[in-house]
């Protein structure tokens, strides 16, 4: 077999110019050698590819593979409990709605809300959704886990902040609008007495 009939068998681009009827394409890459999927002597089985389901997202977490053997519980919401758990072996948060407020309609929707308000967000200062058990209950919204716990925990361990590292928190927050990056990058550039006189 020539090092050209190889390649393209190892690449199988006879199945694409079959599927997508070049039949022209098909006769030559089957002169070079090219095989079927399925034929004989080939090493490519058929594979049957499923369709997309419809309805189902893509971050749909399948709630087996959670895993709550070690989950301690980090925080409570209003209707319900933040644990730190494991999903496919790494430390997450997982806000899971209580059972019995599992079926009331205001939650459910207050529930698929954030969801779909998490889905659309990605910053480095936004905790990243990973995903949500929502055809399944108890519900489960599932994000990274912060080691350091939220803002409101850490208010309440350290008490009053100092004036500029409440700067650099309110920064932080307000960078997730790229304008502001513009007015911190100034910020950054001032004389430190300025800043001084401005956090007093
Ligand atoms: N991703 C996380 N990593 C670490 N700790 C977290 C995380 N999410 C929440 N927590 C902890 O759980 C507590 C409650 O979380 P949070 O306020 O998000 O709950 P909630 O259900 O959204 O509350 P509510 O619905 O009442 O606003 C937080 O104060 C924090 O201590």
Redesign the pocket.
Request: proline share 7%.
């Given at each position: 077999m020539s090092h050209t009939a190889v390649l393209l068998e190892d690449c199988m681009p006879l199945a694409d110019a079959e599927g997508a009827k070049k039949y022209s394409m098909s006769e030559l890459l089957k002169s070079y050698g090219g095989l079927c999927y399925g034929q004989n002597g080939s090493h490519y089985e058929p594979r049957p590819v499923l369709p997309p389901q419809p309805n189902r997202c893509d971050w749909e977490i399948d709630p087996s593979e959670l895993e709550f053997s070690n989950s301690i519980i980090?925080?409570?919401?209003?209707?319900?409990e933040?644990l730190?758990a494991c999903w496919r072996a790494t430390p997450v948060?997982i806000?899971r709605i209580l059972p019995n407020l599992s079926d009331d309609r205001l939650v459910i929707q207050d529930f698929r809300h954030e969801v779909n308000l998490l889905v659309k967000l990605r910053h480095p200062n936004i905790?990243q959704f990973l995903g949500a058990v929502t055809e399944k209950k108890p519900l489960m919204l599932i994000?990274?886990?912060?080691r350091g716990?939220?803002l409101?925990?850490y208010l309440k361990e350290k008490g009053a902040l100092n004036p500029s590292t409440v700067i650099n928190f309110a920064l932080d927050i307000a960078r997730v609008n790229p304008l502001v990056n513009f007015v911190a990058l100034a910020i950054t550039r001032l004389k430190p007495g300025v800043l001084q006189n401005f956090s007093t």
């Amino acid at each position: 077999m020539s090092h050209t009939a190889v390649l393209l068998e190892d690449c199988m681009p006879l199945a694409d110019a079959e599927g997508a009827k070049k039949y022209s394409m098909s006769e030559l890459l089957k002169s070079y050698g090219g095989l079927c999927y399925g034929q004989n002597g080939s090493h490519y089985e058929p594979r049957p590819v499923l369709p997309p389901q419809p309805n189902r997202c893509d971050w749909e977490i399948d709630p087996s593979e959670l895993e709550f053997s070690n989950s301690i519980i980090i925080g409570k919401g209003s209707f319900g409990e933040i644990l730190k758990a494991c999903w496919r072996a790494t430390p997450v948060a997982i806000k899971r709605i209580l059972p019995n407020l599992s079926d009331d309609r205001l939650v459910i929707q207050d529930f698929r809300h954030e969801v779909n308000l998490l889905v659309k967000l990605r910053h480095p200062n936004i905790v990243q959704f990973l995903g949500a058990v929502t055809e399944k209950k108890p519900l489960m919204l599932i994000t990274e886990y912060l080691r350091g716990g939220d803002l409101h925990q850490y208010l309440k361990e350290k008490g009053a902040l100092n004036p500029s590292t409440v700067i650099n928190f309110a920064l932080d927050i307000a960078r997730v609008n790229p304008l502001v990056n513009f007015v911190a990058l100034a910020i950054t550039r001032l004389k430190p007495g300025v800043l001084q006189n401005f956090s007093t």
